[in-house]
């Protein structure tokens, strides 16, 4: 089993794309190979191929790294399931991960989310997606300031708050203060929780 993220920027159109690309192609290229593993197409659609551990983890770190562009943010479906034909390139390739992760979707703008996963698993799925959708209360608000101490947390998940406060150059104080603000502890709850239900699911 995989997992697919299939996305798209939102407000694209009134940035100029080397506000964003390099950020979202530097970040996929940790992940993996491209076209193999991950492709940007269509100028800001973007499809991944991951393990399906990683899958919401990636997914959130995507959406602090675009949400780093004042005005930007990113639409994103996930699917997991199993992969029946391999292409050249993460787009041509198939299987259930990839139908599931594009229905999804497809549906994020009729539903009015941006995040939404499809495991196959009907309860799965119920649970995951209404806690994705209160997690996305605060993490569509996030700020360029807030978005960027998400990011630094997900690289660093064993750096301290010293340690991020000299990064950034500020008080101890005030990185405590953004995490706070970010959400931080929720976003690393829902990963855990992520995590757990990934082993019932298996």
Not at 129 to 149: P, Y
Not at 160 to 175: F, G
Request: proline share 1%.
């Amino acid at each position: 089993m995989i997992a697919i993220i299939t996305g798209d920027i939102i407000n694209s159109e009134n940035h100029n794309s080397s506000e964003w690309l390099g950020i979202l192609k530097d970040y996929l290229s940790k992940l993996g190979k491209s076209p193999v593993d991950w492709e940007v197409y269509r100028g800001d659609e973007f499809q991944l191929k991951i393990a399906k551990e990683d899958a919401l983890q990636a997914a959130i770190h995507i959406k602090a790294l675009i949400k780093t562009v004042k005005g930007l943010d990113v639409r994103m479906g996930i699917g997991l399931g199993g992969e029946t034909f391999k292409g050249v390139g993460v787009s041509e390739s198939n299987g259930p991960a990839y139908h599931r992760s594009g229905r999804t979707f497809e549906s994020l703008k009729e539903d009015k989310l941006n995040l939404t996963i499809a495991t196959g698993n009907g309860f799965f799925d119920d649970t995951l997606n209404l806690m994705l959708k209160l997690a996305l209360h605060f993490m569509d608000d996030w700020s360029t300031v807030s978005a960027e101490i998400i990011v630094l947390a997900l690289d660093n998940p064993n750096a301290s708050q010293r340690e991020i406060a000299e990064r950034l150059n500020i008080q101890q104080s005030a990185v405590s203060q953004r995490q706070k603000r970010a959400r931080l502890d929720l976003v690393l709850e829902l990963l855990e929780y992520y995590s757990k239900t990934l082993k019932e699911l298996s």
